[in-house]
Every structure is written in C-alpha cells, then in structure tokens.
C-alpha cells in the first residue's frame, strides 16, 4: 500500500504540471494558434491530449522507480548525492515544460518559446542522464518525453518562422474568428489573403 501511495502521488505530480500548461493553452486553441499557418508535420489538435497524458504518466512512473530508492539509496553516500539531484532535475524540467505553454500560447511568442524549449530539452535529457544512475528503467520511461520534445521543438521552429512577420513581408493582421472543421478542429484566417486556413 505504501508504494501504491507513492505511485498514485508520482504519477499526480506531472499531470498536474499538465493541468497548469493547459490553463494557458486552452484559450488559445480556437482563437490565436488557430489563425497559425502550420507546419506541413503539425498533427490534428486532438492528438496532442492523449500523447502528453501519456508521456506525463510515464513521467510519473519514473518519478516513482526513482523515489522508492531513497531506502536503499541512503546506505550508500555516494548515491545520495544523485538520488537527490535526480528529483531536483525532475522538477526543474517539469517547471520548464509549464513555462513553454505560457510563453507559446499565453505570451503568443514562438520565437521565445523555442529558446525556452532547447533549455527545456537539454534538462529533460541532464535529467535522463541522472536517472539512469539511480534507476535504468526510470530512465528508459523518459526516452519518448524527450523524443517528443524534439518533434515538438522542429514544430515550434516551424511555427515561428511560417509566421513570422520577416518571412511574410509584410505584417498582415486577419480577424481572429475561426472555423470548424468537419473533424471537430478548428482553423483561423491566415495572410496574406485573410483567407481561412484549409482544415486538415
């Protein structure tokens, strides 16, 4: 019972952080992002959901490998020190992930993003790499965060530079009302026409 308490608490702990990025994403699905011109790769909104919930729970379950060693961990100085840099790195990724949302969707700043998203990156790998000396399948669990991550960063690049006023010319404000789409997404007006955005 005691492990399954620190499972259930492990795996509460990023969807939480999870919770909080939403709270800034949300808004801006069907309003801003929606008037995005998007990356040939970018995949349906929906899929984003199911895919971040589950890497979060693998999260959580690494999280967990890597809390229930705190027993053993404390016979052995040496391994302390790791022990504990390993959940401080945790968190600090985990932070770093909610602080990408608010820069991407509530700041409407790519280009920031994108930077914020490398520093991000290379914490979720520091954080791998700390893993792995304290629990090898923890770290494992975190190997498709990091893949994703990287897709992610192609995406926000894309994003960035397909808006970006430079690229376009000319700095072309379209209304922001949207359209639904026949798959339940939405789609915005996009430069330089004013046009909506054809659905996926």
Request: charged content about 10%; glycine content about 4%; overall charge neutral.
């Amino acid at each position: 019972m005691k492990n399954f308490f620190k499972l259930v608490v492990a795996i509460a702990v990023p969807l939480l952080a999870g919770f909080l990025g939403s709270i800034f994403t949300t808004p801006q699905i069907e309003t801003w992002y929606a008037t995005l011109v998007r990356p040939d790769l970018a995949p349906p909104n929906w899929i984003f959901g199911p895919v971040w919930t589950t890497l979060f729970v693998l999260m959580g379950i690494a999280l967990f490998l890597v809390w229930k060693k705190r027993s053993q961990i404390l016979e052995n100085v040496g391994m302390l020190w790791w022990w504990k840099l390993a959940l401080v790195l945790f968190f600090v990724q985990l932070v770093l992930n909610i602080l990408w949302s608010l820069i991407f969707f509530a700041a409407q700043n790519p280009a920031g993003a994108f930077v914020e998203l490398i520093i991000l990156w290379l914490a979720i790998a520091a954080t791998i790499f700390v893993f792995a000396k304290v629990s090898r399948p923890a770290a494992w669990l975190l190997v498709p965060y990091i893949l994703w991550v990287s897709f992610a960063g192609y995406l926000n690049f894309m994003f960035w530079q397909l808006n970006s006023p430079i690229n376009s010319g000319e700095e072309i404000v379209c209304t922001m009302d949207a359209k639904q789409c026949p798959d339940g997404s939405f789609v915005g007006r996009i430069p330089p026409d004013c046009d909506f955005a054809p659905c996926p």
